[in-house]
């Protein structure tokens, strides 16, 4: 057994999973063997989570059930709305309301007992969280900004219902589509952090509102789910400057400061999803007569790319898209939990399969030898 330390466990392999692929190298990304550039656009959240979940795209009639089974497990406990209005008076953290409720929603599962091995309770659990969370995460922002939740609609998609639960309103056909493009993107990419910490939990056999629970709070990271948030930041203070982007941007490179949404842990290249979301931005912004995120974005890469190293990740375009969209900037980060819950789930049911215990070690680097000194001689 090898002694050498991997910081990160960088380029450590501790598991094996049929559920994505990524060339960090060639700039490639894929589910279940499909590329996100074939379905990204075509196939809607829902199919994706059937996709990861249970190893096949869905036929016509199982996509009807199953989005259908989704839809009717949106709405909230009673308690659970008290308990978001509850957490929006105390103006808690978004990431940190999203935590708690998941870990409350185990007290209304009518499945939280059932053995971690029950592949039907624990897809039944799945669905359920899922389906939940954009209730909880919608109802927790309008609750904030004084308004009452608005109560979920089973004929709508996934996507669709989630931007008419926060804003109140339908979304149009470009707004729906966009967003539901970027749940679909950020459903699964490998063993990330928030992914790692999901599969610690169940390799213990705990259950699957624990492991989403520890995801959520993996993911709150500033260096995991945070990104688009800081480049939406960026964007506006461009904006609200004197200067161009690539003269803001010349000068921040100068001084040191990261420019977020720039650079992957995984790629090395153009990250696949950002070439796929920055076509949305343009839309939004073609939609609204606004174009100014985008083409402000564009210059800002176009700026990296001749003079650093760096391309975009799938964080940089889809602060624009979700700004145009009426999203307010602190809930980028639950948005991408919502999204990436889809693949803690299919991770933790992979898990579950062919489970061990994750027990790595670690080098013990401290002294030796010391002789103990009874308290009242100290």
């Known amino acids: 057994m090898s002694d ?15 559920l994505s692929y990524i060339d960090g190298d060639a700039g490639e990304l894929g589910y279940r063997g499909y590329a996100i550039e074939d379905f990204a656009r075509e196939a809607s959240f829902e199919e994706v989570l059937s996709l990861l979940w249970n190893g096949e795209w ?27 209005e509850e957490l929006a008076a105390q103006d808690e953290n978004p990431m940190a309301m999203m935590r708690t409720v998941t870990s409350a929603l185990s007290a209304y599962d009518e499945d939280v007992d059932a053995d971690p091995d029950d592949r039907e309770a624990n897809l039944a659990k799945g669905c359920r969280i899922t389906a939940k969370l954009p209730t909880a995460l919608a109802a927790f922002d309008r609750l904030r900004r004084g308004d009452g939740p608005v109560a979920p609609r089973e004929d709508l998609g996934h996507a669709e219902n989630f931007l008419y639960m926060l804003n109140g309103e339908l979304p149009d056909d470009v707004a729906a589509e966009a967003f539901d493009t970027a749940l679909v993107l950020h459903a699964d990419h490998g063993l990330n952090a928030s992914t790692f910490s999901a599969m610690v939990t169940t390799s213990t056999l705990s259950d699957l509102h624990s492991g989403v629970t520890s995801a959520i709070g993996t993911l ?47 790629y090395n290249v153009r990250d696949p999803r950002a070439a796929i979301l920055a076509s949305y931005s343009e839309q939004l ?70 489970n061990r215990l994750i027990r790595p070690r670690a080098r013990y680097v401290g002294e030796r030898g010391r002789e103990f000194v009874p308290l009242d001689e100290r």
């Open 58 to 84: 869905p036929t016509p009639d199982e996509h009807d059930e199953f989005a259908a089974r989704l839809a009717a497990e949106r709405d909230l406990d009673t308690a659970v709305y008290d308990l978001i």
């Open 220 to 266: 709150a990271g500033g260096l995991h789910g945070g990104a688009n948030q800081n480049v939406m930041r960026m964007l506006k203070e461009i904006d609200e400057s004197e200067r161009g982007p690539d003269e803001w941007i010349e000068e921040a490179v100068a001084e040191g400061r990261r420019i977020p949404g720039f650079g992957h842990r995984v």
């Open 285 to 354: 912004g073609e939609t609204s007569g606004e174009r100014k995120w985008y083409d402000y974005s564009v210059a800002i890469e176009e700026h990296m790319a001749e003079e650093t190293k760096f391309a975009p990740n799938v964080d940089f375009y889809s602060a624009s898209m979700y700004y145009q969209m009426g999203i307010p900037m602190d809930i980028y980060t639950p948005i991408f939990s919502l999204s990436r819950v889809g693949g803690w789930i299919a991770h933790m049911l992979e898990q579950y399969e062919d």
């Open 4 to 18: 050498e330390v991997k910081r990160g466990l960088e380029g450590v392999v501790v598991s094996e999973s049929r």
